[in-house]
């Protein structure tokens, strides 16, 4: 059974970093895409980031890009997301997602999300 | 950027009732688009990819149809369960998804 297990996330200042970590299990991680959604009562559902299956290629939303980093270790099928330079619209629901298969770009697993809260 | 536009905002229907979402997009999308299924408190759950597609798992009650612009997803007969939040997903270019339909009791 697939599951994606999210740690991190909290509180933090205008201009501080944080980390997202995401653990899956049941299915072979290093032959999937993964993603990371986050979620806010006002502008709904927004894709941040892709990594590759072998983590080769990166790519990143508009609103994050020079900011944010996505990475892999397919050895200990974690996922993990790198918040710096964190901004009062940054404040969401973060998911980590599965891609469903080689150039989908559709999420068919996720995680059970992480809330991050970027408040002075 | 693709912008989704579903309508309506809600639909108030009561079990066992047809239920037929829309999803514009502002320009052509091909056929890639999914839909999710969301409840309060839970990530979002891929029913249809593609935009016709079962992801594994989804009732035979869902359809979806539509190519190019215009997508509807349908639930044939509403069951308990069904009642939740909606959403479509475009891949044709970065991922973007629309704003929801509210799928409530009647």
């Not at chain 1, 901004?87 to 989908?104: F, N, Q, S, V």
């Not at chain 2, 950027?1 to 052509?28: K, Y």
Request: aromatic share 10%; with cysteine.
């Amino acid at each position: 059974q697939v599951h994606l297990v999210q740690s991190g996330g909290g509180v933090v200042q205008p201009g501080r970093s944080l980390r997202l970590s995401c653990v899956a299990s049941g299915f072979s991680f290093s032959k999937h895409a993964m993603h990371w959604v986050r979620q806010t009562p006002g502008k709904g559902l927004e894709w941040v980031a892709v990594i590759s299956d072998d983590g080769s290629k990166r790519y990143f939303a508009d609103s994050v890009k020079g900011r944010f980093t996505i990475s892999r270790d397919n050895s200990k099928n974690t996922l993990s997301l790198q918040m710096n330079s964190l901004r009062l619209e940054d404040t969401a629901l973060y998911y980590c997602a599965r891609d469903l298969g080689p150039d989908k770009d559709y999420f068919d697993y996720w995680g059970q999300g992480t809330l991050v809260t970027v408040s002075s | 950027e693709v912008v989704l536009t579903q309508s309506p905002a809600t639909l108030s229907l009561s079990p066992g009732e047809r239920a037929i979402l829309s999803c514009r997009a502002s320009q052509s999308v091909h056929n890639y688009l999914a839909w999710y299924q969301q409840k309060p408190g839970q990530a979002p759950r891929l029913l249809i990819w593609n935009a016709l597609t079962r992801a594994t798992g989804t009732p035979a009650r869902f359809s979806g149809s539509g190519s190019g612009t215009d997508f509807t997803l349908t639930i044939s007969s509403l069951q308990p369960e069904d009642f939740a939040v909606y959403y479509c997903q475009q891949r044709s270019s970065w991922p973007t998804f629309g704003q929801g339909t509210k799928v409530e009791i009647k």
